[in-house]
């Protein structure tokens, strides 16, 4: 490819300003008449729940859409910013939150597609090289060129997108939700090199939900809402409860109040379980532990390290390859979902458009799916359509689903409403074990803080709750118990007192 | 006939029945790597080879007639890139129309134009892509063994079946040592990797699949114009199946493919000199039998025998900006 024309950026211009950029996609307005300045040289944070408009603008940023109205300035220099091309021409790089990455490639593979000088890759494999040699030393960066990446860590791929964006030369680094897919430990190492980036000159960019990670790494942040750019403050001089009522546009709690549990006897036990995938690699190994009535036990650990296959398992989706699984000291194997679920079992899956929910359906169709044969909804081989819609507007009432509308198709609720959808299927069952896969996933602040109230309460009324998440701060806030799995394993349990390292070490399958 | 001459009779053959096969599928390669899956490559192949024989005829050139093959044949790829790449359909289905209106066009035009049923007309040796003679071919004869093979086997070619050969290094250099074909990888793994990297992701599958149309060009005109003398309906037989068959069980690999379409022409060579012959033991056996072998081995090679074959991931799917 030709190399990028550089402009000399103005030394005091803002490294970036947005100046009335408007965006809409049908009804939808996405982006309303935003501003927003980032100083060169600092780590400047962009929060919002999903929906809020972030990737939106950042996708403006970076070329992929084209603002209705509006002006980038880069350098004190308005630009057009036409394309992906233009956006790395004028030093603008991206780091987006599913990597962007080929997977059966090399890493000097993947950071040369698109800047290979020259078209034949013999010269430019020596060049990227060298070339990588010196960020990485540069930056911290180390990764191995000639690794596949498919082979590499999350973490580490994570370093491959960075050094991609600086090959070719970014002076500004946007990173769209970059440590959802990393064990704290890995987060820690992002933000040390993003503190490295920052002091050698670059600005960083970070799209985030996460407060905390606002507050730990960066000097300002900008808050959006419903598509609004409502403020933007010193990061000294704010609070996580302002950045959060900013965010919800009310006051929010972000601890979950709950007592101390009042445990009693054993619900669900499992019995030295062992779960195999599809390919017969071994998911889950000979994993035991019980669940008591009246208390939430949480499951934590790295996506991929077994959690889903337990799930599964105790959802009867899956056959165990060995071990037992027991619903008040009698053993399930052998049952199917349905006959589970008659013997009081509730089940929240981790992917709710995958496995909880048909997104084409309308809502009061799914608020009974799976339960379309209990007696109350049926009317000899009949289902009695009044009857459920009746039930389900019943549920979205309790459960404040909005809109609040039974015959609206599911998929066009956001994702909070989705996920109260099947919370108010599952729990109003009233089951005696309520096991739950990843409840606030994609949930915004506003609806999270419902859902954990709700599972509290249930715990609160005698249920044994099992919560799995990969959110450490979700676990922490909610379980009585934590315990912790690694590759399959269980590989400890703690108090949810315990400090975040600990945990996390053992996440990362070091310590306890 | 002793058994060494039988052999390499078995073997020239071989080559005669692979070539077909090896272009369709090096076709195959570039189109699929770049993640369109190409079932069309049976009716592109039928196209040009119907091109290739109707203009041999007409104007007497055989190269005026490869250039109307390839003509054809990338045209045909043009509109199965404009129907799973610009239009975003199915790219199976796009493929299967191709190879329907390939067998009926080509019958249905053949027949209004030369009045034989389908066929063009014989053509003379001027026309067609000639055995070469490879240098000191007829002197190496007598020497025992490796001058016979030479002059047997390596020489007496035509020029298209040397280019095939050719053309397995050279794709494996394009894939692996250029830049287009480190994009064309790329695009066939992860579009949105390729789209965000600032490279046009339409502008190169569709070069990919001119690539692929380039390649069927060249596999119908050598069925018309070297291998036969004119077009006979239904001249391809299921070679862009089988050519598919083998870019599969080479795992979508250049230089795996050759020798996955040298097994398949040597099965058919196998087959056809076996026909008619008794086999000890057994005797004679139906000519329908050999004849099938081929394709029973396919199900069989396909069905286990070659590992898991990891097409390429963003294969048959059309890329679509997220969000």
Redesign the interface.
Known sequence: MNAPVRTVPDADAPAIELVGIDKSFGPVHANKDIHLTVRRGTIHGVIGENGAGKSTLMSILYGFYQADRGEIRVGGRPIVIKDSQAAIAAGIGMVHQHFMLVENFTVLENVMLGAEGGAFLKTGIAKARAELKRLETEYALDVDPDAVIETLPVGRQQRVEILKALYRGADILILDEPTGVLTPAEADHLFRILRVLRDQGKTVILITHKLREIMAITDAVSVMRRGEMVATRTTAETTVEELAELMVGRRVLLKVDKGPAKPGPVALSVRNLTVRDHRGVTMVDDVSFDVRAGEIVGIAGVAGNGQSELLEALAGIRKPASGDILIEGKSTLGADPAMLRRRGLAHVPEDRHHMGLVLKFEEYENSILGYHDDPRFVRGPFLDIEAIRADARDKIAKYDIRPPNPRLKTANFSGGNQQKIVLAREIERDPTVLIIGQPTRGVDIGAIEFIHRRIVEMRDAGKAILLVSVELDEIRALADRVIVMFAGRVVGEKTPEASEQTLGLMMAGIGP | MDLFTTAVLVLDSTIRLTIPLLFAALAGLYSERAGVFDIGLEGKMLAGAFAAGSIAIVTGSPWLALAGSILIAVLLSLVHGFASITAKGNQIVSGVAINFVAAGLTVLLGQNWFSQGGRTPQLPNTARFNPIELPGAAAARDVPVVGYLYAELISGHSILTYLAFIAVPFSWWALY????G??L??VG??P????????SVSWLRYRAVICAGIFCGLSGAYLAIAQSAGFIKDMTAGKGYIALAALIFAKWKPVPVMFACLLFGFLDAVAIRLQGTPVPLVGEVPVQIFQALPYILTCILLAGFIGTAIPP?AGGVPYT?E?
Request: charged fraction near 45%; glycine fraction near 4%.
């Open positions: 040592r250029t830049r287009f480190l994009r990888r790329a793994e992860n949105a990797a390729v789209d965000t990297a600032g490279i991931k900006k969000r």
